[in-house]
């Protein structure tokens, strides 16, 4: 990797995610890769935790604006849909800034087996500790939070609601 591909790289490492703000789209896993054009412009590759995930468009414009902040002149954003991005590609560092700001940190994603997907219309229970006082007692308050990609619990014993990052 060159110099200016290296630090094309911080650049865009440090963009933070519009939903999950304690992340950046590196520690969330959304950005693949960041290599530098013949003719001197910036190709970003990102994944996005679902394909219909409605913050694509602002994950692409916080890039664009902040490599084009950082002197680079042609920036192009480009989506990979394949593989498809998983909650395992949250790295250890992200997985550490979500706790550390009251997020219930996703398990290991469900794996599976090429093919049709099964659909099932409620999901499977999960048993989580409340990121609040560690307490096993809490309950699903909504299967959708302010976005997708998070439920809605409340604990029982402190009584704190709390968003858990969902396993895909």
Excluded at 33 to 56: H, K, N, Q, R
Excluded at 92 to 105: D, F, M, T
Excluded at 112 to 129: F, S
Aim: charged share 20%; proline share 11%; net charge neutral.
């Amino acid at each position: 990797m060159s110099t200016k591909e290296f630090r094309a790289r911080v650049v865009a490492a440090s963009v933070t995610d519009p939903e999950l703000p304690p992340l950046t789209l590196d520690d969330l896993g959304v950005l693949r890769d960041v290599t530098i054009a013949a003719d001197g412009g910036v190709l970003v590759t990102i994944t996005p935790t679902y394909s219909g995930c409605p913050a694509m468009a602002t994950m692409r414009a916080d890039l664009e604006h902040k490599l084009l902040d950082h002197g680079y002149h042609r920036v192009q954003i480009r989506t990979r849909l394949t593989p498809a991005w998983s909650s395992d590609w949250i790295s250890p560092e992200g997985r550490r800034k979500l706790s550390a700001a009251g997020y219930s940190v996703p398990g290991p994603a469900p794996q599976r087996t090429p093919g049709p997907v099964p659909l099932t219309l409620t999901p499977k229970p999960r048993h989580l500790n409340c990121p609040q006082c560690g307490s096993p007692n809490t309950v699903l308050h909504s299967e959708f939070g302010a976005t997708l990609c998070k439920a809605q619990y409340r604990c029982t014993d402190c009584l704190e609601p709390f968003d858990h990052v969902k396993e895909i």
